[in-house]
């Protein structure tokens, strides 16, 4: 292919991505241009899977979440059963949005705070005042409208696309990877969630969080972070909608300030892995804690970053993995979100355009292959 000129802006928003180690990034505009911002929303996030959360938070009848994709809605809820549902949160009368808090305990109903229409746990309408003297009205044709709900790995997932491929289909392999290096990962509840305004595009936030280039080049913390990891031995590895990125351990007696003397923990590893397009789970090293990172686009140049913390259910947590959930909290992730701004800001610049990838494989810990392969799919699922 011809030689690029990073200082010329693309001419249309198109990508040439056929040679990642020579070839340019992905043009700046796709990072904030509205036009491509809405065919994400509508060929990316109407047609992915969506993080709700782990099915023990759905452990008692009444127990809901609800997840917001853009506009829509959706409560996941708990029968009497102890089935879970996902429906559209929304009151079949005159649209009225039916649960308006994130998560929380209903008795046997989902009842619309603006005319008492109330449906059960399975979504039938159980009762709509003063229906009875309505003509040719029935309460079977009024049900809640139903999600596809999916449960893979112990995590509820929803979509809004019935065609959508199943999760163990499109990410075949990764459940016995998260397996190998999270032993409780059944047997986890919800300790903390976090959510966090960061004013730049969902990818940015991504590409940011599966390169280990700016690891010991940055900031502070992330060399704290590498100093807890055999960094040479640090794996970038792509599978097609998924990845992993792992760190093996070193010879620690502390971490995130704390001896780790009679601490337990999932793995001693910096273990990740990556469904597309923008769900992470986590264990950071010697932390007894599974975590969730979920980049929710808001805008073009917007973003929710939410936070999940699972621990191990009848174990107390270690003073180190509370430690480490206030240093993700309070240090690592604020490092990571300034970067994440300050990059928005620079891809707006005219001297800017398209960058250069590196590709190393001759130092693949920190190679930026796996920003290339994100990219990729990214740019395969609105373009092609």
Excluded at 138 to 160: M, P, Y
Excluded at 308 to 334: C, D, F, H, Q, S
Aim: proline share 7%; glycine share 8%; net charge negative.
């Amino acid at each position: 292919m011809g030689k690029f000129d990073p200082l010329q802006p693309p001419a249309s928003l198109t990508w040439d991505y056929s040679d990642p180690v020579n070839g340019p990034t992905l043009p700046a505009p796709f990072f904030y241009d509205p036009q491509i911002f809405a065919e994400e929303k509508e060929r990316i996030f109407m047609r992915c899977w969506h993080l709700v959360g782990h099915v023990n938070e759905f452990s008692e009848p009444g127990s809901y979440v609800v997840q917001d994709i853009f506009e829509q809605s959706v409560v996941v809820t708990t029968a009497k059963d102890g089935n879970i549902h996902a429906w559209h949160n929304v009151c079949r009368h005159r649209g009225n949005r039916l649960m308006n808090e994130r998560r929380g305990k209903v008795g046997g109903v989902l009842r619309c705070p603006y005319h008492s229409w109330c449906y059960n746990l399975d979504g039938g309408l159980r009762a709509a005042p003063r229906t009875e003297h309505l003509d040719n009205f029935s309460k079977e044709d009024h049900s809640l409208r139903k999600v596809r709900l999916e449960i893979f790995a112990g995590w509820v997932f929803v979509t809004l696309d019935p065609n959508a491929p199943p999760i163990s289909e499109m990410c075949d392999g990764a459940e016995e990877k998260m397996r190998e290096y999270l032993p409780d990962l059944d047997n986890v509840e919800l300790v903390e969630e976090t959510d966090v305004i960061v004013n730049a595009n969902w990818k940015v936030i991504q590409e940011n969080s599966i390169e280990g280039y700016h690891f010991d080049l940055s900031g502070p913390v992330h060399k704290d972070l590498a100093a807890l990891i055999d960094f040479q031995n640090y794996t970038l590895t792509a599978h097609d909608d998924w990845w992993t990125y792992i760190g093996p351990p070193t010879e620690a007696t502390e971490a995130y300030g704390k001896p780790l003397e009679g601490a337990t923990w999932q793995t001693d590893s910096f273990f990740n892995i990556g469904l597309f397009p923008n769900t992470t789970f986590y264990s950071f090293p010697y932390t007894d804690m599974i975590g969730t990172f979920i980049m929710i686009p808001l805008g073009p140049e917007k973003s929710l970053l939410r936070f999940g913390y699972y621990a191990p259910k009848g174990r107390e947590v270690p003073e180190v993995t509370k430690a480490a959930i206030e240093w993700m909290n309070k240090e690592l992730g604020p490092e990571d979100i300034e970067l994440n701004e300050t990059n928005q800001k620079g891809l707006h610049s005219m001297g800017f355009g398209q960058g250069r990838y590196l590709i190393d494989e001759s130092r693949p810990n920190q190679s930026e292959h796996l920003v290339y392969h994100f990219h990729k799919l990214c740019y395969q699922a609105i373009k092609e």
